[in-house]
C-alpha cells in the first residue's frame, strides 16, 4: 500500500498542472522512440519513424503522445488506488498490445528528462524525487496485471 | 555504437560542462541521493550535504572524469583503466547504481541545458554515459 505525505500530494499536482499535455505528451513519446529505438516496435503502423526528424514531425507520434499523457491525470486524481485505477490498462498492455513493461520505465524516464528540460532548477532534486517516485508506482500498476 | 556526429556532440557538450563541473557533478549526485537513496551508503565516509564541501569537491571529479572520457571515446578502456580498477577492488558498487547516476546526470544536464538538450544530444549522452559504466565495471568479475 503506497503512502503519500501531505507534501507529496501537494508537489505531484503542482507538477501535473504546470505540465502542458499537448507539447509534453508529444516530446515525451518521441524522446522514448528516438533514444530507446527497440520501442519503435509498438508502432508499425505509425508510419515514418525512420530518423530523429521523422519522429518529431510523425502526427500519430504526437496524438498518440498527447493519449498517453492525459491518462496520467487519472492516477493524479486518485493517489490513493493507481493500481487499481490502472488495472484495465494494464490487461490491455499485457494481452492484447504486448508491451514489455521494461520499456514502460524507459518511457517515464524520458518524461522525467523532458519535464526537466521545460522546468530547468523549478525540478529540483526533492521535487523530482516525489515525482519520480510517483511514476515509479504508475509503472508498477501498469505491470501489475502480467502473468 | 556512436556515430561521428554524436561523438562531437559528446564532446562539444562535456566542455561546456567543465567549466561549471562542480555545479554539474555535485547536482547530479545530489538528485541521485535524493531520488535513491539507497546509494547513500557508498558515502557514508564524506559529508554529502547539499553545498557541501566534499559534495561539491567529488561531483567535480565526476564530471572530469566524464569529459576526460568524452575527448578519448575510442580509447575509454585504456583511459579509465585506473578509474575502473578503483571502481572494481576498492569501491564495489553494485553495478546497478551506475544506471541510477547516469539518469540523474541526464535529468541535471536537461534541467541546464533546456531545449538544447535535445533528443538526439540526450541519446548520444545516454549511450556515452552507458559505455562509460561498462568500461567502469568491466572489472568487476
Redesign the interface.
Known sequence: MVEWSDSECSTIASVWCKINVDEIGPQAL??VL??YPWTQRYFGAFGNLSS?AA??GNPKVSEHGRTVLNALDKAVKNLGNIKGTYSELSQLHCDKLNVDPDNFRLLA?CL???V??????A?N??V??TW?KFLSVVVAALSSRYF | MLSNTEKELIVQIWDKMLPVAEEIGSEALLRMFTTFPKTKTYFSHLDISPRSEHLRCHGKKIVQALAEGARNISTLTTTLAPLSRFHAYQLRIHPTNFKLLNHCILVTLACHMGENFTPVAHAAIDKFLSAFSAVLAEKFR
Do not use: E, M, N, Y
Open positions: 518521441a524522446r528516438i533514444v530523429a519522429i518529431l524516464d522525467t528528462i523532458v526537466a528540460s521545460a522546468f530547468g532548477s525540478l532534486p526533492a523530482q524525487a519520480q
